[in-house]
């Protein structure tokens, strides 16, 4: 890709691609730690979680995905051990979904495989271009918000 004149590829496909050379690392990573059941948009669901206190309605808000889809996803991690779902204890008509040990664990390998991309991204071009990446996806990031209202 570096052969290729930058401001001739439009900004969509280089994110495409880049967001790819990711997902291959991770699924890869996954595999051979023994996590290779996890279904499509399973990495953002697990990551989100591991990553803090984030509701599984924001999560699915941000998958962009209809409520069947989200719920046969989680039922999908539920039942390959990744996901526990629990009643609530503040409000019973809710559930909860959190990590499971599985979960944590697969999450581990997802951020390490993450983590080795981001370092070798970083030893190519320099941490403050990065970081000006990191800016320039926010940004873009914000604007589908201030769209969306």
């Known amino acids: 890709m570096t052969d290729t004149r930058l401001d001739e590829v439009a900004l969509p496909a280089l994110l495409r691609h880049a967001r790819t050379t990711y997902g291959v690392a991770m699924r890869k990573a996954l595999a051979e730690g023994?996590?290779?059941d996890i279904p499509g948009n399973g990495l953002y669901v697990i990551g989100a979680l591991a990553w803090g206190e984030t509701p599984l309605s924001q999560i699915v808000?941000?998958?962009?995905?209809?409520k069947q889809a989200a719920g046969q996803l989680v039922d999908a991690l539920v039942l390959r051990g990744y996901l526990v779902r629990e009643v609530d204890p503040e409000d019973r008509r809710r559930l909860t979904v959190t990590l499971t040990e599985r979960g944590?664990?697969?999450?581990?390998?997802q951020a390490a495989a993450r983590e080795a991309i981001d370092a070798e991204l970083t030893a190519r071009i320099g941490a403050d271009k990065v970081q000006h990446a990191r800016e320039a996806l926010a940004a873009l990031i914000d604007m589908r918000r201030d769209a969306e209202g």
């Open 34 to 36: 023994g996590y290779d």
């Open 61 to 66: 808000r941000e998958l962009r995905v209809t």
């Open 104 to 109: 944590r664990a697969a999450a581990e390998t």
